[in-house]
T-cell receptor, first 112, second 113 residues
Framework: GEDVEQSLFLSVREGDSSVINCTYT??????LYWYKQEPGAGLQLLTY?????DMKQDQRLTVLLNKKDKHLSLRIADTQTGDSAIYFC????????????FGAGTRLAVHP | NAGVTQTPKFRVLKTGQSMTLLCAQD?????MYWYRQDPGMGLRLIHY???????AKGEVPDGYNVSRLKKQNFLLGLESAAPSQTSVYFC????????????FGPGTRLTVT
């Protein structure tokens, strides 16, 4: 099927780590992405991982890819209130126009 | 360098009315996309364009038309609006040399009553 699935809501305490999970369907997907959407704004690319990698780290962000299980995760270390947003997982399907299939988004709430 | 801009930001239409949403990008990108975002769902692709003068259907094209007369602009038209088209509409663009990243506009919130 076409679905990219994510849990809809995550609540964490400020300073803790957040882990947002995603499962995708197409084993031929070349890139997998994490986008962040703040209230009233468009999507902003946070990070991406190529399908032949299993981990990517970028400052407080760590992306893990388990290609066998088609599972992607985003870990945010030392979560801050400014990280409160909706996080979208997306997979890039093979094809010439950069077709992205998005999950429904995970709303991250950070509380003191 | 404004990136991707969209006009208008908000609009309320009555059923049967028509309107055009404008997307503009100043990054000289070849690819442009229109998505809609509905509660509890990911973004769904309506139409896209791989270059000036070309357009193609995405996943949910019914009820919409598009045009790409100039490279920097991508217009989304609703000829006869329906309540099912109440949504937030996002435009995005990407360059041929950097296809892995799509740049998104701030969105247009459309309500059809």
């Amino acid at each position: 099927g076409e679905d990219v699935e994510q849990s809809l809501f995550l609540s964490v305490r400020e300073g803790d780590s957040s882990v947002i999970n995603c499962t995708y369907t197409d084993s031929s997907s070349t890139y997998l992405y994490w986008y962040k959407q703040e209230p009233g704004a468009g999507l902003q690319l946070l990070t991406y991982i190529f399908s032949n990698m299993d981990m990517k780290q970028d400052q407080r962000l760590t992306v893990l890819l388990n290609k066998k299980d088609k599972h992607l995760s985003l870990r945010i270390a030392d979560t801050q209130t400014g990280d409160s947003a909706i996080y979208f997982c997306a997979e890039r399907r093979a094809g010439g126009y950069n077709k992205l299939i998005f999950g429904a988004g995970t709303r991250l709430a950070v509380h003191p | 360098n404004a990136g991707v801009t969209q006009t208008p930001k908000f609009r309320v239409l009555k059923t049967g009315q028509s309107m055009t949403l404008l997307c503009a990008q100043d990054m000289n990108h070849e690819y442009m996309y229109w998505y809609r975002q509905d509660p509890g769902m990911g973004l769904r692709l309506i139409h896209y364009s791989v270059g000036e003068g070309t357009t193609a259907k995405g996943e949910v094209p019914d009820g919409y038309n598009v045009s790409r007369l100039k490279k920097q602009n991508f217009l989304l038209g609703l000829e006869s609006a329906a309540p099912s088209q109440t949504s937030v509409y996002f435009c995005a663009s990407s360059g041929r040399e950097n296809l892995y990243e799509q740049y998104f506009g701030p969105g247009t919130r459309l309500t059809v009553t």
